[in-house]
T-cell receptor, first 114, second 114 residues
Framework: SQTIHQWPATLVQPVGSPLSLECTVE??????LYWYRQAAGRGLQLLFY??????ISSEVPQNLSASRPQDRQFILSSKKLLLSDSGFYLC?????????????FGPGTRLTVT | AQSVTQLGSHVSVSEGALVLLRCNYS??????LFWYVQYPNQGLQLLLK??????LVKGINGFEAEFKKSETSFHLTKPSAHMSDAAEYFC????????????FGKGITLSVRP
């Protein structure tokens, strides 16, 4: 069966510090991968998605970047965090079922920028 | 472009009462519709989805939703609420043109009173 991991689970970082969040998927190959940010009362905002190694699409211009160095590894980064980067970050992968894809989510990382 | 509207941010019901969570969508092409549930500090879990065919879709935990094209709606219902249903619920839309991406609504928090 497939499993998705995210770490760390929680993180408190000062403004201006760098960020690296990691997501790995087990039990599947060549998955589509996604990074979302969830802010209170604002639902889920798709930040990046990837259909393969080194292939990253950015959905929203911002202070963040993503990389996919290996097939099942997806990394979210920032060189200098802003207060507005605080939120709950979710990684997801998808599998095609019938005419559409189903997305499966990791447990998330709670980021607080102070 | 696609969008989802979930009116209101919070619904409260008594245990054993009907649960009704509303979702309206906008899509220029036939939509694929999803409901996800999120328990506190966890990732999202797929409840059910509609792609084609039967418009009444049954999901996990006794939930079901009905696709009504004329009303552009995909409301989620459960005949009898249980305390364990307390969570945040997200409606999402995709389509054949969306390249596996989902557009989420802002979510609705369901509280269940004993």
């Amino acid at each position: 069966s497939q499993t998705i991991h995210q770490w760390p689970a929680t993180l408190v970082q000062p403004v201006g510090s760098p960020l690296s969040l990691e997501c790995t998927v087990e039990g599947t190959s060549n998955p589509n991968l996604y990074w979302y940010r969830q802010a209170a009362g604002r639902g889920l905002q798709l930040l990046f998605y990837s259909v393969g190694i080194g292939q990253i699409s950015s959905e929203v211009p911002q202070n963040l970047s993503a990389s996919r160095p290996q097939d099942r590894q997806f990394i979210l980064s920032s060189k200098k965090l802003l207060l507005s980067d605080s939120g709950f970050y979710l990684c997801a992968w998808s599998v095609r079922k019938g005419p559409t894809y189903e997305q499966y989510f990791g447990p998330g990382t709670r980021l607080t920028v102070t | 472009a696609q969008s989802v509207t979930q009116l209101g941010s919070h619904v409260s019901v008594s245990e054993g009462a009907l649960v009704l969570l509303r979702c309206n969508y906008s899509s220029s092409v036939p939509p694929y519709l999803f409901w996800y549930v999120q328990y506190p500090n966890q990732g999202l879990q797929l409840l059910l989805k509609y792609t084609t065919g039967a418009t009444l879709v049954k999901g996990i935990n006794g939930f079901e939703a009905e696709f009504k094209k004329s009303e552009t709606s995909f409301h989620l219902t459960k005949p009898s609420a249980h305390m364990s249903d307390a969570a945040e619920y997200f409606c999402a839309v995709s389509s054949v043109l969306a390249n596996s991406k989902l557009t989420f609504g802002k979510g609705i928090t369901l509280s269940v009173r004993p």
